[in-house]
């Protein structure tokens, strides 16, 4: 029947007129989709819709993507009305332009914030940070083994434990982390982290046994905060916020008046994470700050815990029009984590800055901030050049329409 139905759209096109109505012409045109007859999806949907047929624009965009044609099928899903089968296309779009970015070895796309998480719903970009763990790029491979580790995906087992003894020792980091977040702590792979040449590796491994209640990782973290290095010291800080005995407590609040003030504003927020008020009053102080960049650090761990008083600093990072983007899009995605989606129509005019990583960013923050009127301004930037943009400003619309949630608990933005 289908086979039927096809042979009669094909010889209706020639003779416009003289052939099928529409109805059956659309009929067509979904039994070319079933079968993967892209060429003739578009020929006969076109033609359906010349004579008054619905559009099938939604239904030509997806084959168009399976054809790797994605700027065409941008612009079909712009011109698709609104409903399911339209927003239904935001996932392919997304994949899509995320392999190309991908492809292209841009590190921005991953590194811009963790994507969906996988728990159930179609696995949108477990196959794709799969590929990037292959990169040559050591900065993409670590990238892509964290966002593995926030998804929890268990298949990639086999392709981390290689990258666990990985030459860059940022991605042996990167690679164990994930490993404690996908399967038991106590894993050989983990443990041997402990034991690793590099202190930001032991410190990784540490701080995931620490996470996992085993105590046997103290004395690690212990000597890591003595280290010359302050990210090493700021790693260990957070990695002791976990043991709630008061050797960490002690130890803690021996670091807020480490010479470094990140590694204070480290150890004050694992204080806080554990109740104890040293490191709540530590971080409002923080919050006057003559390093713009330290201050907002600390705002960003206050708002998390629900805390508002950073709101007039935020907002005067938002309101001053010469302050560097990166530290507009901080406040704006600070503001966001305590429901305030007001920073949007500063984050949107970054839509159109000449650096792709600032437009990549700017879609990745509407969408954490649940920004609805910027819809608008993301389904513009669908039609980017950067597939890296296209990716976020796709992902920023699905959270939009509801169908994946933001992030639990995103990077930093590296100001």
Do not use: N
Not at 137 to 160: E, I, M, S
Not at 280 to 302: G, N, Q, V
Not at 397 to 410: F, I, N, Q, S, T
């Amino acid at each position: 029947m289908t086979s039927l139905v096809l042979l009669l759209a094909l010889l209706a096109v020639p003779f416009a007129g003289c052939g099928p109505g529409p109805e059956l012409l659309q009929s067509a045109a979904v039994a070319a989709a079933a079968a993967g007859e892209t060429d003739r999806v578009a020929a006969w949907a076109e033609e359906a819709e010349r004579r008054g047929a619905p559009s099938l624009q939604a239904l030509r965009a997806r084959f168009l993507l399976g054809a790797g044609s994605l700027e065409e099928a941008v612009a079909a899903y712009r011109g698709a009305p609104a409903g399911p089968g339209r927003e239904g296309l935001l996932q392919a779009i997304f994949a899509t332009a995320l392999r190309e970015a991908l492809q292209q070895g841009e590190r921005a796309v991953l590194e811009a914030g963790p994507l969906p998480a996988g728990g159930g719903g179609p696995p949108w970009a477990a196959p794709l940070l799969r590929l990037a763990l292959l990169s040559p790029d050591p900065a993409l491979r670590a990238a892509a083994a964290r966002g593995l580790g926030v998804r929890k995906d268990p298949g990639a087992r086999a392709l981390l434990l290689p990258l666990a003894v990985d030459r860059h020792p940022f991605v042996r980091a990167a690679a164990v982390e994930a490993l404690a977040e996908m399967e038991p702590a106590g894993t050989a792979a983990v443990r041997a982290g402990l034991r690793d040449p590099d202190w930001t590796v032991r410190v990784a491994a540490a701080a995931a046994l620490t996470r996992a209640g085993d105590p046997g990782a103290l004395p690690v973290l212990r000597e890591a905060l003595a280290q010359p290095d302050p990210s090493v010291r700021m790693a260990a800080a957070l990695g002791l916020a976990p043991l709630r005995d008061g050797t960490a407590g002690s130890l803690l609040k021996a670091r807020l008046a480490d010479r470094d003030p990140y590694v204070r504003v480290s150890a004050a927020e694992a204080l806080a994470r554990r109740g104890e008020s040293a490191g709540r009053e530590a971080l409002h102080r923080a919050l006057e700050a003559a390093d713009r960049s330290l201050a907002l650090y600390a705002a960003e761990i206050l708002a998390g815990q629900g805390d508002e008083t950073p709101r007039p600093l935020l907002a005067a990072a938002l309101a001053d029009e010469a302050a560097p983007a990166v530290v507009r899009l901080y406040a704006a995605w600070i503001l966001g984590r305590l429901g305030d989606a007001g920073g949007a129509p500063v984050v949107a005019t970054y839509l159109t800055a000449a650096e792709s990583s600032l437009r990549l960013r700017a879609a990745w923050t509407l969408g954490e901030i649940g920004a609805e009127a910027a819809r608008p301004a993301l389904l513009h930037a669908l039609a980017d050049r950067d597939p890296g943009v296209v990716a976020h400003a796709a992902l920023a619309l699905a959270k939009l329409a509801g169908r994946v949630p933001p992030a639990e608990a995103p990077p930093r933005p590296l100001l």
